[in-house]
């Protein structure tokens, strides 16, 4: 029996009827059966033509900072019951954005027109072109020589050489982010604890920064950066010990190490600024330290991504995470929760505390629960927290707002560069351009510019501002969220943009059993782990 609903007029009648609400609207409903199977939202429902309701399954204090974020931006409804139910809609994003897409000419660019009907504040310029390099030094050379106007990321090595270049600016990037290195509990050895502990001491991650990162980086102390409320909050990281590190790994069965592989993507991040460097880096300290012979194997973006999310990688692996908005929900949650298979198995002694955490809105009282969340991943070692690293792009000293906000992706439809043409490089293709079944921040730089959200992320600070929403007001206990939506808004398409939009396109990520829950990998990481799957086969 279907244990979810998408409705129109008859079942939203009725709930309207009861609230004292106009009939004339039909609107579609979201409703899972129950709670049970760790789903953040019970009931989606569009109220009216500008009224939508989040019923949740409990408190959500995080539910506007995590509506803000791009992965749950909104397409027509229509567009998503029809080419949301095939990969068509990787290619075809529709949106209400300031740029719409003209042509991605794959493996060498993406080009964006101006949307001249866009609700906000229209773009400078009339042509957004994106093109990408995984070599921090090709992106600065493009830079230098004007075929560029902004580069995502500048290598760390040429951050004093570009501060000194009165032809380009330099520009910090602020976001908290975290480099570090995973394990999977699934496969031998790893699914020893002593085997992942040993290895957490065996890693001179203070060499790592010293001589990888640029400065104003720092050593991780925990997961999450301490910029983050309640990040840093229990026992600190395990120092450098490498004689105790290799006696736990004899202690384990391991006396003199055992083979295995590194696992990376060849892509420029903020986090990892030069991955393969890293990786060798990584491989010497292993084999030095523990005994341990690491092959370093470096896969395409997308099949990284799409392994490691599905827990596939029986090896190391080198990822990061950049905060998508200010609450520790985005770097716990998303990497520890139970639903997540990145490290294998999860583990209750750390999903507990966080679901829980979720919940409590005040952060002195959920500061119990995050001590216990992060004493459990320093004890249980899911992976190794190596870095928060500082970061910086660059672009033309002519470009105007050329500068990132702290959260969320850059707009650059702010940003002037003078003229019709504006041509940004970033690290890597696109994977998709449907975001909500992306995590990369190469696709999702690129579907900010295209799709928007219920919410926004202000440009100088945290703070939550209206996006497609004016506001989404809580009730006393946050179990029920109304969102008063923008009117007068169209999509790029030229059709109305209106409840059902919202729902239809959450519906999307969430229903397992939705025609349109098709996507890319299929695995809708973040509707998973921020929201929780509805209608997913047991177990």
């Keep these: 029996m279907r244990r979810i609903i998408l409705l129109g007029t008859t079942a939203l009648a009725m709930a309207a009827s009861s609230a004292g609400v106009s009939l004339g609207y039909e609107g579609l409903e979201l409703v899972a059966p129950n709670c049970d199977a760790g789903n953040k939202i019970s009931a989606i429902r ?20 995590k509506a ?63 093109r990408w390099s995984t070599s921090g030094a090709s992106q600065l050379n493009e ?88 990040g840093c909050v229990g026992d600190e990281w395990y120092g450098f010990d490498p004689v105790a590190a290799k006696a736990l790994l004899a202690e384990a069965g391991f006396p003199e190490g055992f083979k295995t592989k590194i696992f990376l993507r060849d892509v420029f991040r903020t986090y990892l600024p030069e991955p393969n460097t890293m990786a060798v880096e990584l491989q010497s300290q292993l084999k030095n330290n523990l005994g341990i012979d690491a092959e370093v194997v470096a896969l395409e973006s997308g099949d990284f991504i799409g392994q490691a999310s599905a827990g596939d990688l029986d090896g190391f692996h080198l990822l990061g995470w950049g905060a998508d908005y200010p609450h520790i929900t985005n770097f716990l949650d998303y990497h520890f929760g139970a639903e997540v298979k990145q490290f294998g198995n999860s583990f209750p002694e750390i999903s507990g505390p966080l679901a829980e955490g979720a919940t409590v809105a005040d952060v002195e009282a959920a500061k119990p629960l995050y001590e216990t969340a992060n004493n459990a991943i320093r004890d249980l070692v899911p992976m190794i927290p190596i870095s928060h690293a500082a970061a910086a792009s660059a672009a033309r000293s002519y470009v105007e707002n050329a500068g990132y906000r702290p959260f969320g992706a850059k707009q650059f439809s702010l940003a002037n560069p003078g003229k019709d043409t504006m041509v940004v490089m970033q690290n890597a293709e696109p994977i998709s351009l449907y975001c909500g079944d992306e995590s990369d921040g190469e696709s999702t730089l690129v ?43 169209k999509f790029s398409d030229g059709s109305d943009f209106d409840a059902n939009d919202v729902v239809a396109s959450y519906a999307a990520g969430l229903d397992v059993t939705n025609p349109a829950h098709v996507g890319n990998t299929g695995t809708f990481n973040y509707y998973s782990y921020l929201w929780g799957l509805i209608n997913a086969p047991a177990k």
């Design 143 to 230: 830079l230098r020589s004007g075929t560029v106007d902004q580069i995502s990321t500048l290598s760390p090595d040429d951050f004093d050489a570009v501060k000194n270049d009165p032809d380009l600016q330099f520009l910090p990037i602020s976001g908290p982010n975290t480099f570090y290195v995973g394990m999977n509990n699934k496969f031998a050895p790893f699914d020893n604890v002593k085997v992942r502990q040993a290895i957490a001491m065996g890693i001179d991650r203070q060499r790592i920064v010293d001589n990888y990162l640029p400065e104003g980086s720092d050593v991780a102390k925990f997961f999450t950066p301490c910029t983050i409320p309640n």
């Design 447 to 489: 579907c900010t510019q295209i799709i928007e959200t219920l919410l926004d992320y202000a440009q100088d600070s945290g703070s939550i501002v209206g996006g497609l929403a004016t506001s989404c007001d809580a009730n006393a206990d946050a179990t029920l969220w109304t969102c008063n939506l923008r009117e007068g808004v």
């Design 68 to 130: 803000a974020f791009v992965s749950f931006g909104i397409q027509p409804s229509e567009h998503i019951n029809t080419v949301g139910t095939t990969k068509d809609i990787l290619s075809n994003p529709i949106g209400t954005g300031p740029y719409t897409l003209d042509s991605w000419n794959r493996g060498d660019s993406i080009i964006l027109k101006r949307n001249d009907n866009y609700w906000g504040e229209k773009a400078n310029a009339e042509t957004l072109v994106f």
């Design 46 to 65: 569009a109220v009216d033509a500008h009224t939508v309701t989040f019923e949740m399954c409990g408190s959500d204090p995080a539910f506007e900072p």
